[in-house]
């Protein structure tokens, strides 16, 4: 309309001025219609100016949604920012700090309210003038301008909570420092208004257990003020340390007080008793040995159960001896009657050497034990030893060894020296070991003694009936070694009848034909060896039956 303006005006001049050369009629139509040009243009003109000014407010309204838009997420932002800042401090800071801080963040946030509500405003003001979709993006963008705010509101909340719980604890920990603290400064008072003089060590002694069990009584009070609960206030930890080494202290003072008037108490006790007790002690360790000298009679466990029991009374005996001399020496500076002492100092050592003598004694037995284990472990394996040897060369013995096995020149595992010295020795210890034993034990030791000549017999017996079968052997052996002999000695006499004359022939064909039945006669026979020697042939020596063989 601003571009037809011109020619808008130009017809209104032109009509004012056609009217005035016009006749009547014609001047008033000329006039009538430039009036309805007019009214229609001031129609068009007033409709466009209703449409033109909304759209300008929903312009402007945009306009400033977008910008309070864009500013609500700065700040919001910044916001969440400083909300996790603060988390961080609350593990460094002070609480005051922390709630300074916290009321800080509230006001932010409280300063926002009125823009976020401003924004909200804007949005339904543009829903009234905006299409579906383009109101349903200013729905979206204030709905996430109002999901953060609504989130910072519950960090705050939060956030004061925390702060709220971190002040009662923090109240919780400087109460816990305060009774702690009052109790040692108690202490330290009475510690030092205390009168150390002998008059005054019964109340001494009761206000220092009544001390002593009141700082013992906030033990876990201090392992409360070290738990993971104040791990928060560990900046505070150089005083609380600082509080705990004073607290140790004057529990060391007490427990060191305490210690020197029960020693003065205890110095100042009758000696008749201190004596007592270390005769009673004595009578005691009387006793054991009795017990000990009634079951000596016992088996190897038994003794190395005395052993131990006769160690723990001699290293019980040097824990306490020196004990014992403090008395004695402290006795006879007090004490003109020194043959109480004497007598408890002779008594002692006299039951302390019974002791030592008596360990000796099952120490020695004990030895003894040990040695006879070993003893027949030895003679059990170089019996078994000697006898596998043995046996191997009764396996392979050849005609010679039968020989001199027949004739007792063969040297037996009976005859070897180092099994009769351990057999000896076993025997010499079993003995004395059956002496020093209880019923059980000597049957035991009785029954290991036949059980080693049980096995050393079943030995014996074993390799005799091995003897005896070789000796049968050599009879066998030499039989047929003979029979081979016997028949040489026939061949050799038919070969010197070979070489003898025969001018006589009737009486040389006579001695053939006794020859011819000779040996016709001893042909059985050589069969015979023959088959005996196959016989023989895997008991015997492969050279003797090579030799045998080749005989044949």
Not at 294 to 322: A, P, V, W
Request: glycine share 2%; proline share 1%; aromatic share 6%.
């Amino acid at each position: 309309m601003e571009s037809h303006r011109n020619d808008f005006d130009q017809i209104t001049v032109h009509g004012h001025h056609l009217s005035g050369q016009c006749d009547g009629q014609t001047s008033s139509k000329i006039n009538e219609i430039t009036h309805r040009i007019q009214q229609r243009w001031t129609i068009v003109q007033q409709r466009l100016q209703e449409i033109i000014k909304p759209s300008r407010e929903v312009v402007d309204i945009w306009r400033q949604f977008n910008n309070s838009y864009v500013h609500l997420l700065d700040r919001l932002g910044e916001l969440e920012g400083r909300w996790y800042a603060i988390q961080r401090e609350k593990f460094t800071s002070e609480i005051d700090s922390l709630f300074d801080k916290s009321k800080d963040f509230q006001q932010r946030i409280e300063q926002l309210d009125l823009e976020v509500t401003k924004l909200n405003e804007c949005a339904k003001k543009l829903n009234d003038y905006l299409p579906p979709i383009a109101a349903k993006k200013i729905d979206t963008q204030y709905s996430v301008i109002k999901n953060q705010y609504s989130e910072l509101q519950n960090f705050q909340n939060k956030l004061l909570s925390d702060c709220n719980e971190l002040k009662h604890r923090e109240k919780l920990y400087l109460d816990y420092l305060n009774e702690l603290t009052q109790a040692i400064n108690q202490a330290q008072t009475t510690l030092k208004s205390q009168k150390l003089t002998d008059e005054n060590e019964n109340f001494n002694l009761k206000q220092l257990h009544e001390l002593d069990n009141l700082l013992q009584s906030k033990h876990n009070l201090i392992e409360h003020l070290n738990s993971n609960e104040f791990i928060l206030y560990m900046k505070r930890g150089k005083h609380l340390h600082e509080l705990l080494i004073e607290y140790t202290h004057c529990i060391e003072l007490i427990k060191t007080r305490i210690k020197q008037i029960e020693i003065n108490e205890y110095n100042k006790l009758n000696f008749d008793k201190r004596c007592q007790k270390w005769n009673d002690y004595i009578q005691a360790i009387e006793q054991n040995l009795s017990v000990i000298q009634e079951n000596i009679h016992t088996n190897y466990h038994g003794l190395i159960e005395i052993d131990t029991n006769l160690s723990n009374t001699i290293n019980d005996f040097n824990q306490r001896q020196q004990e014992l001399k403090e008395l004695i020496n402290e006795g006879k500076q007090i004490i003109d009657n020194q043959n109480i002492f004497i007598k408890l100092e002779q008594r002692w050592q006299n039951i302390m050497n019974t002791v030592l003598n008596k360990q000796k004694e099952i120490k020695e037995l004990i030895k003894h034990w040990l040695s006879y284990q070993n003893y027949l472990e030895n003679y059990y394996r170089l019996l078994k030893s000697k006898c596998e040897i043995e046996q191997k060369e009764l396996q392979t013995a050849t005609i010679n060894i039968i020989s001199q096995i027949k004739q007792g020149s063969y040297t037996t595992i009976n005859q070897n020296e180092e099994l009769k010295n351990l057999l000896e020795k076993i025997y010499e210890t079993n003995r004395r070991l059956i002496k020093h034993a209880d019923a059980k034990t000597q049957a035991i030791l009785e029954k290991e003694l036949n059980d080693l000549h049980k096995a050393i017999h079943d030995i014996d017996i074993n390799i005799k009936q091995k003897r005896e079968t070789l000796v049968t052997l050599l009879l066998r052996y030499n039989e047929l070694d003979r029979t081979l002999d016997e028949l040489s000695t026939i061949i050799k006499s038919i070969r010197s009848l070979q070489q003898q004359s025969t001018d006589d022939f009737d009486q040389f064909l006579v001695q053939c034909q006794n020859k011819n039945r000779e040996l016709t006669q001893h042909r059985t026979e050589l069969q015979r060896v023959r088959q005996a020697i196959t016989d023989i042939s895997s008991d015997l020596h492969p050279d003797d039956t090579r030799q045998l063989i080749q005989k044949l």
